[in-house]
DNA sequence: GGAAGCTGTGAATGATGCTTCACTTCTTCC
DNA sequence: GGAAGAAGTGAAGCATCATTCACAGCTTCC
């Protein structure tokens, strides 16, 4: 008998698929999804097509994990960011001022994330992240109502429309070519995200 | 020689070729963009999938015929509101209003207008209407920021945001069932479009 | 060394759905 | 009525890709 997996055969697999997640994730951030084939993939990792299927499935479930990782990672940062020091309307702010940062510097990534053509199974995935930012975004809006520092309101709706309005404006400047006006970009989005929670003007 | 078009010969045709945009955009409505193939979209109209091919070049071009058609009724309703009498806070009010109103009156088609997955052809489409959005925003928060009505802002700004975040808050609503809850929605939401705007609270 | 069995391969398979085309049906006009 | 030609048909053609599979190459362990 000779079907144990020897631990160092156990690792070469797990970096294996670490390394196909990988180099997906780079090609979907290059040539987005719908032209992520599932050979090309599998060409950027080094490794036949069929191969994929060791490791996924299906071609929807690599996409899905790969959407997971990436956008696991911001959500976990703006909950850092939402969730650490500072009252609420900071917090607010240094949040959007984050995520929007993040995905200017990734842009090819961020615009996958947020608004690329995709396969359903994606797009079932990028609704319920958008669901978890709206998520964070509207504790802290809640907790700046109790506290005072914002005026009564929806909570949900405007958690909703953070997340839409930083989408939106950020589309634009994500599908073009870097401008430079990264900086004003980022304060007039900060300052539109603490009119929409009604903070007052600093 | 029998080759010349009589004027009833025409009308017949245009007439045929309406029908099919107006099937077409049933379709979409009820099924999605994904669902709507050819052939259900030509079963739809009464004829043959050979014949979609006698009004349009592509399935793309009768695609992006409907989302047109349906998303510059859209365009030119918010632009009547938003050019129409009163001041500028209450114009966009009232936009935001009719907008939302708009589409949760006819949630199968806002939804394909807005958000449901389509060819690149179509999403091209949404991307040019989105801007025509913006831009109908743009205006009146400028002439909000000039008559003072509203506080400086960059207002591409909050005209992207408006539209995002519109967008993002009917997104759930359009997706689910009618929830009997549209009024206080629409009261949520046109709030929050006025401090978006940085409009002060009545 | 060598049997057993797992991993890797990439061409073949299969499914989907747009598009074409040979053919039929309808309209025009003498 | 009938010739000429357009519109309408729908099944076949075709392209695109995800997925499979028979086979080759490796690793394990006696």
Redesign the pocket.
């Known amino acids: 008998?000779?079907?144990?997996?020897?631990p160092?055969?156990i690792r070469?697999?797990t970096t294996?698929k670490e390394r196909l997640v990988a180099r997906a994730t780079e090609v979907v951030a290059e040539v987005g999804w719908?032209?992520?084939?599932?050979?090309?993939v599998?060409d950027a990792a080094?490794?036949?097509?069929?191969?994929?299927?060791?490791?996924?499935?299906?071609?929807?479930?690599?996409a899905v994990e790969v959407f997971r990782r990436a956008a696991g990672r911001e959500v976990e940062v703006l909950g850092e960011v939402l969730h650490g020091p500072g009252g609420p309307v900071e917090r607010l702010s240094r949040g959007v001022e984050v995520f929007a940062r993040r995905a200017l510097e990734n842009r090819g990534l961020a615009y996958a994330l947020l608004a690329a053509p995709a396969e359903p199974a994606v797009g079932a995935e990028r609704l319920a992240f958008r669901r978890r930012y709206r998520a964070l975004f509207a504790e802290v809006v809640r907790e700046g109502v109790e506290s005072g520092a914002l005026p009564a309101q929806n909570g949900e709706i405007t958690a909703a429309a953070l997340t839409g309005a930083i989408g939106e404006v950020l589309v634009d400047p994500l599908g073009g070519p870097e401008d430079g006006a990264a900086e004003a970009l980022l304060a007039d989005l900060t300052a539109m995200a603490l009119r929409c929670a009604g903070a007052p003007t600093a």
């Not at 008998?1 to 020897?6: D, W």
């Not at 080094?46 to 690599?62: T, W």
């Open positions: 008998m000779a079907y144990r997996k020897t160092a055969e070469r697999l294996a719908s032209q992520a084939s599932v050979t090309a599998a080094g490794i036949a097509a069929g191969s994929v299927y060791q490791h996924f499935p299906s071609k929807a479930a690599l």
